[in-house]
């Protein structure tokens, strides 16, 4: 699209911070939204008379380079084996072209914000080159000191390359990302303590996957079961690991581990007496805890009931992840959103609304950057076409319905 486009309408405006808009207008200056109400008959550059205008969708966890797998398997062990035999068939040619493809679905899809969970940030330079933000983590692991030395030096050592080389980062689109690189401690049962300390220690963005199945919650009891088997099978269990802690959440509490943000992918088996430490802080420069639940993964392999409810009753960070093309059919957050308004019909579609946008932002410390349409904020819209009825909650018309999303714009710029 041009760059002119200032002004842009539609049937319904759904800002997040604020109520509703019927046949609302947004005007954007120099990227950023100057103003946002009501048309009342004015022109525009672009008008979705038959659509919805909300702020681009945050996907706070995914995996780019993981692509569908000929596996129906429903048991989560059993389906991390043929995730992990795939991967060793991928080639850096082949996860580089699943990137692209996924990234491009992703923000066809609405998404203007990500956060991607990778091996050697094999997703750095191509989502620095695309219209979107975006968090790439490099996947730290090993129970074994040396697997785990080597997976954080190459890390480290990846992350200082990239930054120095990091020069013209301009789009196809002639719009440029923003590009923040992190680091992920994969999980408890894959992952030693000392690099889950280096990696808070480091200054970076943080995010790991904790508390996702039960067998999970069996290893760092007992030290035993089936997790333990798997990691015998692949030669990945270390007779003298010790965990931080017997339970999930001492990966959080424990000293040097609670001073920093994580973004916590699942967190399904978490006790009711760790969902406190997902509140809300009062001050900004305390730090934020965050559950990216990934509702059609959770789903699909038949855990206990997510406690995102409880958590957000109790004033916690709940946002959303689509986890990757292995264990859902799409990188889009709507069609989360819409999932979970399928099993919950009881949740304000407002605040799943607020799940796939403001609360992902928040978790990334961009929440004054975007994540609503707020005057002063990034131009950061999808647009969502919408059935032709009038309920009484306008926010039904976004969830309870199979209509796609039409137009992604990022920073003012449809892309």
């Not at 200032?6 to 609302?24: H, L, Q």
């Not at 992952?191 to 280096?198: C, D, F, L, M, N």
């Not at 508390?211 to 269990?237: K, V, Y």
């Not at 707020?374 to 131009?379: I, L, Q, R, Y």
Request: charge should be negative; glycine fraction near 8%; hydrophobic fraction near 35%.
């Amino acid at each position: 699209m041009s760059d002119q486009i200032r002004t842009v309408s539609a049937r319904w405006i759904f800002p997040v911070e604020g109520a509703p808009i019927e046949r609302g207008m947004i005007v954007i200056a120099n990227g950023l939204i100057e103003s946002i109400g009501r048309r009342d008959g004015r022109s525009v550059d672009r008008d979705f008379p038959d659509a919805s205008l909300v702020p681009g969708f945050v996907n706070a966890h995914t995996h780019l380079e993981l692509t569908p797998i000929a596996c129906d398997e429903t048991d989560e062990i059993r389906w991390l084996q043929s995730v992990i035999e795939h991967r060793r068939r991928s080639t850096p040619e082949s996860s580089a072209a699943a990137i692209a493809a996924n990234l491009a679905q992703a923000i066809r899809l609405g998404t203007t914000l990500i956060g991607d969970v990778t091996t050697d940030f094999a997703s750095a330079n191509i989502t620095a080159c695309a219209p979107v933000r975006s968090f790439v983590y490099s996947e730290l692991l090993g129970l074994k000191h040396e697997r785990g030395v080597e997976t954080t030096r190459r890390a480290w050592e990846i992350a200082e390359r990239l930054e120095a080389e990091r020069g013209d980062d301009s789009g196809s689109s002639g719009v440029r990302g923003d590009r923040r690189l992190g680091f992920s401690p994969h999980a408890p049962y894959s992952t030693a303590g000392w690099i889950y300390r280096k990696a808070a220690a480091s200054g970076r963005p943080l995010t790991t996957h904790l508390a996702e199945t039960p067998e999970e919650i069996e290893l760092l009891r007992d030290r035993s079961g089936r997790m333990r088997d798997f990691l015998e099978s692949i030669g990945a269990w270390d007779e003298n690991w010790a965990p931080i802690g017997s339970k999930p959440s001492d990966y959080l509490k424990s000293e040097g581990l609670d001073r920093v943000d994580w973004i916590v992918a699942h967190g399904t088996y978490l006790q009711k007496t760790d969902f406190s430490l997902f509140s809300i802080p009062t001050d900004r420069d305390d730090p934020r805890r965050s559950i990216a639940y990934c509702p059609r993964t959770h789903a699909r392999f038949g855990h206990a009931p997510h406690p995102y409810r409880r958590i957000l009753e109790l004033g916690g960070a709940v946002c959303i992840g689509t986890d990757g093309l292995s264990s859902a059919a799409t990188l889009g957050v709507l069609d989360e959103l819409r999932f979970v308004r399928r099993i919950d019909r009881s949740l304000e579609c407002e605040t799943l609304l607020r799940m796939g946008t403001l609360n992902g932002a928040w978790a990334f410390r961009l929440d004054r950057e975007t994540g609503s349409l707020t005057p002063g904020k990034s131009a950061d819209i999808a647009a969502v076409a919408i059935p032709d009825r009038n309920p009484s909650d306008p926010h039904e018309l976004l969830f309870d319905s199979d209509r796609p999303v039409v137009a992604t714009m990022f920073r003012g710029r449809f892309v």
